[in-house]
């Protein structure tokens, strides 16, 4: 399975980026995961597109951020209102072919993009 990403990009405070991301292939659930440099990757929102679409947030993007899922194209979107400076990162997309609890377990997902970068200016 292959992951291609788009829609990063550079943004304003408060505006909003919609990145996504379209896999070749059957996957369980997504996941998305972030890395501003100098820090660890961290998790950043997953869905669970193969099961009942649940989807989970971490808290410093809840209320600001949303994941879907488009079965048609197995394609999840991560759209970004309100962004903030904090938010510049490199964002990847991850995928995983069974279940596991643990959105946010970066070993758990066997597939990963390329990343896309996103830049926030005060």
């Known amino acids: 399975v292959q992951l291609v990403e788009s829609g990063g990009g550079s943004v304003q405070t408060g505006e909003s980026l919609t990145p996504s991301c379209t896999a070749s292939g059957y996957t369980f659930s997504f996941g998305w995961f972030r890395q501003a440099p100098g820090q660890e990757r961290e998790g950043v929102a997953g869905?669970?597109?193969?099961?009942?679409?649940?989807?989970y947030y971490a808290a410093s993007v809840k209320g600001r951020f949303t994941l879907s899922h488009d079965n048609a194209k197995n394609t999840v979107y991560l759209q970004m209102n309100n962004l903030k400076p904090e938010d510049t990162a490199m964002y990847y997309c991850?995928?995983?072919?069974?279940?596991?609890?643990?959105?946010?377990?970066?070993?758990?997902?066997?597939?990963w993009g390329q990343g896309t970068q996103v830049t926030v200016s005060s």
């Open positions: 869905i669970y597109s193969g099961r009942d679409g649940a989807t």
């Open positions: 991850a995928a995983r072919d069974s279940y596991d609890s643990r959105w946010w377990f970066q070993a758990t997902y066997k597939y």
